[in-house]
């Protein structure tokens, strides 16, 4: 059997439809930084890791988006990874009509990253530290590749997911809660 058998064929010429099928993939939840005299902040569920030897994350971003051209100048970025309770400032940073700048950072707890100064959310499950390495052409996107000069991690906490388009948090682990 084949799976042109038993699941419908698509072509891929509708972007809802694209994006849809591309949100059945579930990910974690980061907003992405920038420092300098004028530091930004987008939410972004496009991160993984590259490698390990060099240490390496990339991310992507739209081409018409502020923090691509931010990214292009600023030479380092952070990446905070957004834990359960964090779905606020997902949306905070998700906002298109939020006050840019440092303003944007006013409702927020964030710290300065010890290696570039980039701004680092607090109660995250983990923060890195990168300075652009890299990019390459990714479409209507661009994909950087950050090498990792630092790194802070919390292990106590749950992650903050997007699937189908909604934030979602894991569920209890229940083999732990059994006894």
Not at 161 to 176: M, T
């Amino acid at each position: 059997m084949k799976l042109s058998d038993t699941v419908p064929y698509r072509e891929v010429t509708d972007v809802k439809t694209l994006r849809r099928a591309f949100g059945t993939f579930a990910t974690g939840v980061t907003v992405v930084t920038t420092g300098g005299p004028s530091p930004h902040a987008m939410t972004a569920n496009s991160f993984t890791s590259v490698s390990l030897e060099p240490p390496l994350v990339l991310i992507c971003v739209d081409r018409g988006a502020v923090m691509h051209q931010c990214l292009s100048d600023a030479g380092a970025f952070g990446v905070s990874v957004l834990a359960a309770h964090q779905e606020p400032v997902a949306m905070h940073f998700a906002n298109r009509w939020r006050t840019l700048g440092a303003a944007q950072f006013d409702a927020v707890d964030w710290l300065p990253g010890a290696a570039t100064g980039v701004p680092l959310l607090s109660g995250t499950l983990a923060s890195f530290e990168c300075e652009l390495w890299r990019t390459y052409d990714g479409g209507d996107h661009t994909i950087f590749i950050g090498k990792v000069l630092s790194l802070h991690q919390q292990t106590d906490q749950e992650a903050l997911l997007v699937f189908k388009g909604r934030f979602r948090q894991v569920g209890p682990d229940w083999s732990e809660v059994i006894t």
